[in-house]
Every structure is written in structure tokens, then in C-alpha cells.
């Protein structure tokens, strides 16, 4: 159990997580939440039509990976503290790892077990969604981080780093508050969906309507701001940081945040089909990865630059 067996194991556990996500937005799109009953982790719930049967065989797939996705963080610590010194960063991303992981499970479980899934309209869905998306946002940053560390990287030090620190604490809370309200945003699709822009306007601004459908405008408001601020960010970043990673990273940024504009626009004009949810959700995991990415690369608690040659190998093997 090498530790270059590790660092890429570690690599491909976070792509393997983005595949989980995938499907668990999957699962809320195509209404399978309720696939297994109000039953975790066990999936007994009786199926008669068919329709109950793919639903079912939906819903508990993603149990199964993600049941897999805890086993493979259980043996990416235990990995980490074998191959890896005490104190060692990779021990420290690594156990923020799991302890993320089993609240992303219990806050899963939360939903099938309240019955917030499939058509339930209730506030209490909304907030356990966003909950759920901040999880899963804080869970793939400490992945990324113990593949980034396995690869010779650092963990980001926001204490003394100045203005920079400042403004990359800010583009994280400010991508994180974006996908929050896109989550919300993509719950009032799928439960109040329209035929048209128009129609769609019409349903928000209703005297009516329904606290999920006055929260759908927040997100393209939000997403402008956000992709603004973010590029102003990765700007001043870039010239105060010139190291070769944070001028890779933030190339990657703009570039996923540039797709995801478009994407998120053509999302709006064709009313939000399940297909282009999922591509708006895969490019938002990617847009998030390289920004916790570059601020570790900027914010280096041991140095401004890390250690080119070990990251280059370990993002290249990846």
C-alpha cells in the first residue's frame, strides 16, 4: 500500500463520489426518493406497478453506491493513517472526509425517513435539500484536498495570507450559496413545472405562488452576481499569487464557470429538462472542485507554491 497507490485511489474515490451525486439528483429528478418506502438503509418497500418497480430499482442503486462510497472513505483513512506520518495533512483531509460522509448518509437518511422526497412540497424539504447540498460541498473539498495532499499539495491556511484569504473565503461561501439556491431552484422545476419562460415568470410572481416557486428567480440573480465576483477574485488572485498551479487553476475556473453560465441559460430557455438538470449539477461539482483547488494552491500553509513536480505527477496519474 504504497503512497502512490494512495494518491491515486484518493483521485479516483472524488470522481467516483461525483458519479453518487450524478445519480442521487437522478433520483429526486425522476421522483424515486420514495422508491424503498420510508425505509433506511434498507430498501423494503413493496412494489406493484411497474412504474413502483423502476422506482424502486432507482432508488436503491444509489444506496448501493453510496454504501460503497462509505466503505471506500472508511479505507481511505485507515490508508491514510497507515501510510502517512501523525499530524501528516493527509491524515487531517482525510478524516474530515469520513466525518462528512456520515452526515451526508444521516441527512440522506433524513429525507426518505420524513418522507421529504419525491412530491413533498413542505419547507422542511427545502431546508434538509440545502443542508444536503452544503454537505456535499464540504464533503468533495475535503476530498479534493486529501487527493491534492497525496499529491504533494497543502492544505489552504487562511490566517495571515491577507486579502487574498479574504476574497477566496468569500468565492467559497458565494459558489456555495449559488448551489444552494440552484438546488431549490431545480425543486420548484420539478414540482411546479412550465411550459414556457413566460408561463414560468407568471407562476413565480403569482400572488399565490408557492414559496418554492417566489425562491426560482434567486438563482440566475445569484449566478451573476456570484460569476462577477468570481472572476474579479481569481484575477487579483492570479497576479497576487503568480504560481504556476494558481494560474492553471484559475484558467480552469473561468472556463467551467463560463460553461455553466451557458449551460444554466439554455437550461432556463428549455424549462429545465431532467437530461440538462444533471449536466448544469456534474459542471457545478467540477466549477466547485477547481476553485477549492486553487484557493489550496494560493492559500499553502507551507509556502506560496507546492511542490510542482509531485502535483504535476499526481494530477497527470489521476
Known amino acids: 500500500m504504497t503512497r502512490e497507490r494512495f494518491k491515486q485511489y484518493a483521485w479516483a474515490l472524488l470522481y467516483y463520489n461525483l458519479v453518487v451525486i450524478f445519480w442521487?439528483?437522478?433520483?429526486?429528478?425522476?421522483?424515486?426518493?420514495?422508491?424503498?418506502?420510508?425505509?433506511?438503509?434498507?430498501?423494503?418497500?413493496?412494489?406493484?406497478?411497474?412504474?413502483?418497480?423502476?422506482r424502486k430499482t432507482v432508488e436503491f442503486l444509489h444506496r448501493v453506491t453510496s454504501g460503497l462510497c462509505l466503505i471506500g472513505v472508511i479505507l481511505l483513512v485507515i490508508w491514510a493513517f497507515k501510510a502517512f506520518p501523525v499530524g501528516h495533512r493527509v491524515r487531517k483531509a482525510a478524516t474530515l472526509s469520513i466525518i462528512f460522509t456520515f452526515s451526508e448518509a444521516?441527512?440522506?437518511?433524513?429525507?426518505?425517513?420524513?418522507?421529504?422526497?419525491?412530491?413533498?412540497?413542505?419547507?422542511?424539504?427545502?431546508?434538509?435539500?440545502?443542508?444536503?447540498?452544503?454537505?456535499?460541498?464540504?464533503?468533495?473539498?475535503?476530498?479534493?484536498l486529501t487527493a491534492w495532499c497525496a499529491s504533494g499539495g497543502y492544505l489552504p491556511r487562511f490566517r495571515g495570507q491577507g486579502i487574498a484569504a479574504k476574497l477566496l473565503l468569500g468565492a467559497l461561501v458565494g459558489v456555495t450559496l449559488l448551489g444552494i439556491t440552484g438546488a431549490l431552484s431545480a425543486l420548484g422545476d420539478m414540482l411546479y413545472p412550465s411550459t414556457s419562460v413566460i408561463a414560468g415568470m407568471k407562476q413565480d410572481f403569482a400572488p399565490t405562488a408557492s414559496y418554492l416557486l417566489k425562491l426560482r428567480p434567486l438563482h440566475p440573480a445569484v449566478a451573476v452576481l456570484v460569476s462577477l465576483y468570481v472572476g474579479g477574485i481569481a484575477s487579483v488572485v492570479g497576479k497576487s499569487r503568480p504560481g504556476k498551479y494558481v494560474v492553471q487553476f484559475k484558467r480552469y475556473l473561468m472556463w467551467i464557470f463560463?460553461?455553466?453560465?451557458?449551460?444554466?441559460?439554455?437550461?432556463?430557455?428549455?424549462?429545465?429538462?431532467?437530461?440538462?438538470q444533471l449536466i448544469h449539477l456534474v459542471i457545478a461539482d467540477a466549477l466547485w472542485i477547481s476553485l477549492v483547488l486553487l484557493t489550496a494552491a494560493a492559500l499553502a500553509s507551507e509556502g506560496i507554491e507546492v511542490e510542482t513536480d509531485k502535483v504535476q505527477m499526481g494530477l497527470a496519474t489521476a
Open 24 to 54: 442521487g439528483a437522478y433520483v429526486r429528478a425522476s421522483f424515486s426518493g420514495d422508491g424503498c418506502g420510508a425505509h433506511w438503509p434498507l430498501c423494503s418497500g413493496e412494489a406493484t406497478t411497474i412504474d413502483e418497480k423502476i
Open 106 to 144: 444521516l441527512l440522506g437518511a433524513a429525507l426518505v425517513l420524513f418522507k421529504w422526497v419525491a412530491h413533498n412540497k413542505s419547507m422542511f424539504r427545502a431546508v434538509a435539500t440545502s443542508a444536503h447540498l452544503a454537505n456535499t460541498f464540504t464533503l468533495l473539498a475535503f476530498l479534493t
Open 258 to 276: 463560463t460553461a455553466q453560465l451557458v449551460v444554466g441559460f439554455v437550461n432556463l430557455m428549455i424549462h429545465a429538462p431532467v437530461y440538462m
